[in-house]
């Protein structure tokens, strides 16, 4: 799906991010796991790429299911390359949703210290 995007750009991003509210779980985590490799461009995808992919998050990470719980993970690992500073918001304000698998994830290029930081504050 990734290329998809990358070749037809914002309408497939936008249609695939609708995926977000599917009953199916792997369609549900698709939403998101298609974005993993253009995630660390942020906002050079497109402008308002970031706010997209968190918004997907923010719906997927609700779903206690592992699978939906790591595909959010590895896109917002891979986001926070591109915005740190938002990546690290959105962790804080869903902390109560994440699965540690799921927050491991998420956390996983983020500095040493940051990681620890977020461990140590819940």
């Given at each position: 799906l990734g290329p998809l995007v990358e070749r037809y750009g914002e309408p497939c991003a936008r249609g695939l991010a609708?995926?977000?509210?599917?009953?199916?779980?792997?369609?549900?985590?698709?939403?998101?796991?298609?974005?993993?490799?253009?995630?660390?461009?942020?906002?050079?995808?497109?402008?308002?790429f970031v706010d997209l992919l968190l918004d997907i998050c923010a719906v997927t990470v609700q779903s206690p299911e592992r699978f939906a719980q790591?595909?959010?993970?590895?896109?917002?690992r891979e986001l926070s390359l591109a915005d740190q500073a938002r990546v690290l918001n959105f962790v804080?304000?869903?902390?109560?949703c994440f699965s540690r698998e799921g927050l491991r994830y998420a956390l996983e290029k983020m500095p040493a210290e940051v990681k620890a930081r977020q461990r140590h504050s819940h």
């Open positions: 609708e995926w977000r509210q599917a009953d199916n779980l792997w369609q549900r985590r698709a939403a998101g796991v298609a974005f993993v490799n253009l995630a660390k461009h942020g906002d050079r995808n497109f402008p308002g790591t595909g959010t993970g590895w896109v917002l804080e304000e869903y902390y109560d």
